[in-house]
């Protein structure tokens, strides 16, 4: 029997099936490949539309899942999470790479800043010189006096009149900004209620160097609370200006003086004659009562003074907390009871935990091994105003930097996306600040005091608070809520996920 003839056509059908074979189950697998980490994925509702995102499309979409976890969707991900945790020791190493994950990430998210090529040191490609710079009295008193520009000196940048800029602002900033050196920037933003200084900014508003920097900016004002007041302050000030702007308008010129040496000896002579004078003053009038005084409390014996924190809250307090509250949460909430309440009522307190963040502070209890903890917020002057309990859901140490990037990704990360879905499909609405797009977590850090005395390192957390209500009516909880962090303690770095409900502050008889 004669083979058929290949024809061109037969030949490019036969040649396109083959590669629509081949690139079909790759590509599968490629969206398939790191998108669960722990069972936790973003929700597919209608608030899950993908958030547009400024990013390069060679970059490769963060997924979906970690964890188990996910932004909502129809149906709930059918990704399990491991039968064990395994021991401490486990958990521990677990952390350990989570953390060492973390960090990757991090790098992947903050790429180097692109050179900036200024007029000082772009080649020229004719025969005359390049044209002189907008400021150069400015720009080069500035870079003599505080070695601001261009790398030049070693000096911590000061604005005048006694104000320093945090060194760590120009340190994590390129040398310059178009034709402007970073410390000029960063003291005029330190200096902003000085004539001329907001003016700068808003005449060169448009300008690609002052884009570049305010980016910058706005990129340490995540971990910076005092640069984003700074930043607000700027653009309320630039709100209340009008009229046209000047592109040629000068940049104020930012003082230096030298060190005073001659003040400083004048000051130390001066605080010698008079610590002199307070000993004399001492020894005659107060001796006696100043070797009678009792001698500073230390700390269980760490030599160590004891730190301050508020009388209602101590390491080994017992709370007795009604256990009623946790059998009528039992039915509509994920939430475990502490051990003991739901026996004689009374838990005990094994760590005091301090959590601050910009303008709030909140004081944890753990009880039951540490698992639950009752977090107390203390009103203006000092008596406690909310409470509530929280018991752990579930803890995910993320394996590698994509999997971080589903919980903190600034466009599609889980921790403050509007809705957090479980892994029993129930949703959850964003608490702190809600609304329709993604929102930054919020920054903490934890200090806390075990029973036995014990340095404990503080933990930070990247954090996001979300409710939804259990339909219940008094006295059974009408709101569960769901509190998402990512956590960083040393050399270990994990999600943890904890329920909880409101307690009423009269209840744990706080004294």
Same mark, same amino acid.
């Given at each position: 029997m004669r083979m058929p003839r290949l024809t061109p056509t037969l030949g490019l059908t036969l040649?396109?099936?083959?590669?629509?074979?081949?690139?079909?189950?790759?590509?599968?697998?490629a969206k398939?490949?790191?998108?669960?980490?722990?069972?936790?994925?973003?929700?597919?509702?209608?608030?899950?539309?993908?958030?547009?995102?400024?990013?390069?499309?060679?970059?490769?979409?963060?997924?979906?899942?970690s964890g188990g976890y996910s932004r909502p969707r129809t149906s709930p991900s059918a990704i399990s999470s491991p039968a064990t945790r395994g021991s401490a020791t486990d958990q521990t190493l677990s952390r350990q790479g989570s953390k060492r994950a973390l960090d990757d990430f991090r790098r992947q998210r903050e790429p180097e800043a692109p050179a900036i090529e200024t007029v000082w040191n772009r080649p020229s490609t004719s025969g005359t010189a390049p044209s002189a710079p907008r400021r150069p009295s400015t720009l080069d008193s500035i870079g003599d006096a505080? /070695?601001?520009? $261009?790398? #030049?000196?070693? %000096?911590?940048?000061?604005?005048? @009149?006694?104000?320093?800029?945090? !060194?760590? =602002? &120009?340190?994590?900033s390129p040398s310059s900004f178009g034709p402007w050196s970073a410390?000029?920037?960063?003291?005029?933003?330190?200096?902003?209620?000085?004539p001329g200084h907001a003016e700068f900014f808003y005449h060169h508003a448009d300008d690609p160097g002052y884009?570049?920097?305010?980016?910058?900016?706005?990129?340490?004002?995540?971990?910076?609370?005092?640069?984003?007041?700074?930043?607000?302050?700027?653009?309320?000030?630039?709100?209340?200006?009008?009229?046209?702007?000047?592109?040629?308008?000068?940049?104020?010129?930012?003082?230096?003086?030298?060190?005073?040496?001659?003040?400083?000896?004048?000051?130390?002579?001066?605080?010698?004659?008079?610590?002199?004078?307070?000993?004399?003053?001492?020894?005659?009038?107060? /001796?006696?009562? $100043?070797? #009678?005084?009792? %001698?500073?409390?230390?700390?269980? @014996?760490?030599?160590?003074?004891? !730190?301050? =924190? &508020?009388?209602?809250?101590?390491?080994?307090?017992?709370?007795?907390?009604?256990?009623?509250?946790?059998?009528?949460?039992?039915?509509?909430?994920?939430?475990?009871?502490?051990?003991?309440?739901?026996?004689?009522?009374?838990?005990s307190v094994e760590r005091v935990g301090e959590v601050r963040g910009e303008g709030v502070t909140w004081y944890r209890l753990y009880v039951s091994g540490g698992d639950g903890f009752f977090q107390v917020h203390l009103d203006a002057p000092g008596q406690p105003d909310e409470c509530r309990y929280?018991?752990?859901l579930d803890v995910v140490e993320p394996a590698d930097a994509d999997e971080w990037g589903v919980w903190l990704d600034r466009d599609e990360g889980l921790i403050g996306w509007p809705e957090f879905q479980t892994q029993d499909g129930q949703l959850y609405a964003r608490l702190w600040s809600p609304g329709q797009t993604r929102r930054e977590p919020y920054s903490l850090r934890e200090t806390l005091e075990a029973a036995d005395g014990t340095d404990i390192e503080p933990c930070r957390q990247q954090a996001m608070l979300y409710t939804r209500a259990t339909g219940a009516q008094p006295p059974m909880p009408s709101t569960e809520y769901l509190l998402v962090a990512a956590n960083e303690q040393g050399d270990g770095a994990w999600v943890s996920l904890h329920v909880g409900i409101d307690i009423p502050v009269a209840s744990l008889n706080l004294s």
């Amino acid at each position: 029997m004669r083979m058929p003839r290949l024809t061109p056509t037969l030949g490019l059908t036969l040649l396109l099936t083959l590669a629509i074979g081949l690139l079909t189950p790759l590509d599968g697998w490629a969206k398939k490949r790191g998108s669960s980490s722990g069972g936790y994925s973003r929700p597919a509702s209608s608030l899950s539309q993908r958030t547009p995102s400024t990013r390069p499309s060679a970059i490769k979409r963060t997924p979906s899942v970690s964890g188990g976890y996910s932004r909502p969707r129809t149906s709930p991900s059918a990704i399990s999470s491991p039968a064990t945790r395994g021991s401490a020791t486990d958990q521990t190493l677990s952390r350990q790479g989570s953390k060492r994950a973390l960090d990757d990430f991090r790098r992947q998210r903050e790429p180097e800043a692109p050179a900036i090529e200024t007029v000082w040191n772009r080649p020229s490609t004719s025969g005359t010189a390049p044209s002189a710079p907008r400021r150069p009295s400015t720009l080069d008193s500035i870079g003599d006096a505080i /070695g601001g520009y $261009g790398g #030049r000196g070693s %000096a911590t940048p000061w604005t005048g @009149g006694g104000r320093q800029i945090p !060194a760590t =602002r &120009p340190a994590r900033s390129p040398s310059s900004f178009g034709p402007w050196s970073a410390v000029l920037l960063w003291g005029l933003l330190e200096t902003l209620s000085r004539p001329g200084h907001a003016e700068f900014f808003y005449h060169h508003a448009d300008d690609p160097g002052y884009r570049q920097w305010r980016a910058d900016a706005e990129e340490q004002a995540r971990e910076d609370p005092a640069l984003a007041r700074q930043l607000t302050e700027l653009d309320t000030r630039l709100a209340s200006m009008s009229g046209p702007r000047d592109p040629n308008y000068p940049a104020p010129e930012i003082e230096s003086p030298g060190f005073p040496f001659g003040a400083l000896l004048t000051a130390l002579f001066l605080l010698l004659i008079a610590a002199v004078f307070i000993v004399v003053l001492w020894r005659r009038f107060f /001796g006696e009562v $100043g070797r #009678r005084r009792p %001698a500073v409390k230390h700390d269980r @014996g760490s030599g160590k003074r004891t !730190a301050y =924190r &508020p009388d209602w809250f101590r390491v080994g307090m017992t709370l007795p907390v009604d256990p009623s509250l946790f059998i009528l949460a039992e039915p509509l909430t994920k939430l475990q009871a502490p051990r003991s309440a739901s026996g004689s009522g009374l838990v005990s307190v094994e760590r005091v935990g301090e959590v601050r963040g910009e303008g709030v502070t909140w004081y944890r209890l753990y009880v039951s091994g540490g698992d639950g903890f009752f977090q107390v917020h203390l009103d203006a002057p000092g008596q406690p105003d909310e409470c509530r309990y929280f018991s752990r859901l579930d803890v995910v140490e993320p394996a590698d930097a994509d999997e971080w990037g589903v919980w903190l990704d600034r466009d599609e990360g889980l921790i403050g996306w509007p809705e957090f879905q479980t892994q029993d499909g129930q949703l959850y609405a964003r608490l702190w600040s809600p609304g329709q797009t993604r929102r930054e977590p919020y920054s903490l850090r934890e200090t806390l005091e075990a029973a036995d005395g014990t340095d404990i390192e503080p933990c930070r957390q990247q954090a996001m608070l979300y409710t939804r209500a259990t339909g219940a009516q008094p006295p059974m909880p009408s709101t569960e809520y769901l509190l998402v962090a990512a956590n960083e303690q040393g050399d270990g770095a994990w999600v943890s996920l904890h329920v909880g409900i409101d307690i009423p502050v009269a209840s744990l008889n706080l004294s």
